[in-house]
């Protein structure tokens, strides 16, 4: 499975952005999809998931109500919607695919990785 992450840029505080992810190869095995961020100096830490079929959906404290995971199934896509950003939300944004039931947050179930893509917001 290859995952091909984009949409990242500059923004101010309050902004939106929309982030995609493209997965190709061996994809019918994945139970849910996700989406995790690292900033410099810090973990990797999980922000979204959804579930790859039924789209059940879970959120990390941090961006509940902010931001928002979709799914594409006939374009085998995932998005991440993410509105009235705050400077504590740069980081780089990895998405990965998961073959472990759902739902997880754990970063050790997630086997496959996008190449991450940068989100900067300036105050």
């Known amino acids: 499975v290859q995952l091909q992450a984009s949409g990242g840029g500059l923004v101010q505080a309050g902004d939106s952005l929309r982030l995609s992810c493209v997965a190709s190869g061996r994809t019918f095995n994945m139970y849910q999809m996700g989406w995790f961020r690292q900033a410099p100096g810090k973990e990797r830490e999980f922000v979204a998931a959804?579930?790859?079929?039924?789209?059940?959906?879970i959120y990390a404290d941090s961006v509940k109500g902010r931001f928002t995971i979709s799914v594409d199934n006939a374009k085998v896509a995932v998005y991440l919607q993410m509105n009235s950003l705050k400077p504590e939300d740069t980081a780089i944004y990895y998405c990965?695919?998961?073959?472990?039931?759902?739902?997880?947050?754990?970063?050790?179930?997630?086997?496959?990785w996008g190449q991450g893509t940068q989100v900067t917001v300036s105050s």
């Open positions: 990965a695919g998961s073959l472990v039931l759902w739902p997880s947050k754990v970063r050790s179930d997630y086997a496959y």
């Open positions: 959804i579930q790859w079929t039924g789209g059940s959906t």
